[in-house]
């Protein structure tokens, strides 16, 4: 059985960080591109940030270009997000999501395009 378990959030002030991580079992974790998303009250889910297999390829939305790193760790089976300079519209519940892939290149922007989420944990950023 997959499972997608996302940690690291809370409450910070705003221009504060949080380094989000998401720990998928049940699945070989290099065999899938990686992304994190996020839904804020009323709104539908956005996407944030993915990352290719190998890690070398990724994308970010424009809102938190600059200011978000995604990042993976192969050996350890974890998918990290950190996020610095946070502001009060990025209040969010943030989720994990999984894609099963044979390769490196297409950046998965939408939430149709994972086979597997997590959770969520949530972020709250007071201004």
């Known amino acids: 059985q997959v499972r997608l378990v996302e940690s690291g959030g809370g409450l910070v002030q705003a221009g504060g960080s949080l380094r989000l991580s998401c720990a998928p079992s049940?699945?070989?974790?290099?065999?899938?591109?990686m992304g994190w998303f996020r839904q804020a009250p009323g709104k539908e889910r956005e996407f944030v940030s993915t990352?290719?297999?190998?890690?070398?390829?990724?994308r970010y939305a424009d809102s938190v270009k600059d200011r978000f790193t995604i990042s993976r760790d192969n050996a350890k089976n974890t998918v990290f997000l950190q996020m610095n300079a946070l502001k009060p519209d990025d209040t969010a519940v943030y989720y994990c999501?999984?894609?099963?892939?044979?390769?490196?290149?297409?950046?998965?922007?939408?939430?149709?395009?994972?086979?597997?989420w997590g959770q969520g944990t949530q972020v709250t950023v007071s201004s």
């Open positions: 990352i290719s297999r190998n890690g070398l390829n990724t």
């Open positions: 999501a999984a894609k099963y892939t044979i390769e490196d290149s297409k950046m998965r922007v939408t939430t149709t395009m994972y086979d597997y």
């Open positions: 049940g699945l070989t974790f290099s065999n899938y591109a």
